[in-house]
């Protein structure tokens, strides 16, 4: 298996624009995850889905900020309009469905580096 | 609410040095515990991981063992390599959790040759 796919994995944008960030899971997997590392913050995380069903947004910073799965093979994170302050690492992680003993694992991405100027 | 909380680093130590990086815990219930690691570039992998109170997570060299009494999780190693350098983190779940990850601050470990 490939693992867990993002795309793109450096993105450079100016203030106001928007931003789409792209996940693919680990097929088979139920559950996926949207966190956010910076140095002052450490790592959050923005928001969960159970079987493409969003669970938890409470780490969604504002309005701002929108997630979608519309299927079980891919999500996004979208941004709109970007801040400076949102310069930051946006990881996507997948596991299996709550309830199967794989549970606990979380798979990560390698991450998008996105700097907003 | 479930929380965990690691020693801040940095962390630099010489090639064959010992390791250890504390993590204490706050949770309702009985939390599983682990260890992940980040290599520069890269996101996180799991380390290691102890389900219930005594149990002994290990992986390349490296050790936890879940203290319930003192509600810990410290990450061992015995000789340290130039390759172990990373950041280290500190999570748990189950508990309060509901399931997901609930992560410490990170511990960037530097290992000089």
């Not at chain 1, 093979?73 to 990881?91: C, G, M, N």
């Not at chain 1, 199967?100 to 390698?110: C, Y």
């Not at chain 2, 309060?96 to 410490?104: E, P, R």
Request: net charge neutral; hydrophobic share 30%; charged share 20%.
């Amino acid at each position: 298996d490939a693992g867990v796919i993002q795309s793109p994995r450096h993105e450079v944008t100016e203030m106001g624009q928007e931003v789409t960030l792209r996940c693919k899971p680990i097929s088979g997997h139920n559950s996926l995850f949207w966190y956010r590392q910076t140095m002052m913050r450490g790592l959050e995380l923005l928001i969960y889905f159970n079987n493409n069903v969003p669970i938890d947004d409470s780490g969604m910073p504002e309005d701002r900020f929108s997630a979608k799965m519309p299927n079980a093979s891919f999500s996004t994170l979208k941004i709109q309009p970007s801040e400076p302050r949102d310069s930051a690492v946006y990881f996507c992680a997948s596991r299996l469905g709550p309830g199967t003993s794989g549970a606990h694992e979380q798979f990560f991405g390698p991450g998008t580096r996105l700097t907003v100027l | 609410g479930d929380s965990v909380t690691q020693m801040e680093g940095p962390v630099t130590l010489s090639e064959e040095a010992f390791l250890t990086i504390n993590c204490t815990y706050t949770a309702t219930g009985y939390p599983s515990l682990f260890w992940y690691v980040q290599y520069p570039g890269e996101g996180l992998q799991l380390l290691l991981k102890a389900t219930k109170a005594d149990d002994k997570g290990s992986n390349k060299g490296f050790e936890a063992t879940y203290r319930k009494e003192t509600t810990s999780f410290h990450l061992e190693k015995g000789s340290v390599q130039v390759s172990d350098s990373a950041v280290y983190f500190c999570a748990l779940t189950g508990g309060g959790s509901q399931g997901n990850l609930i992560f410490g601050k990170g511990t960037k470990l530097s290992v000089k040759p």
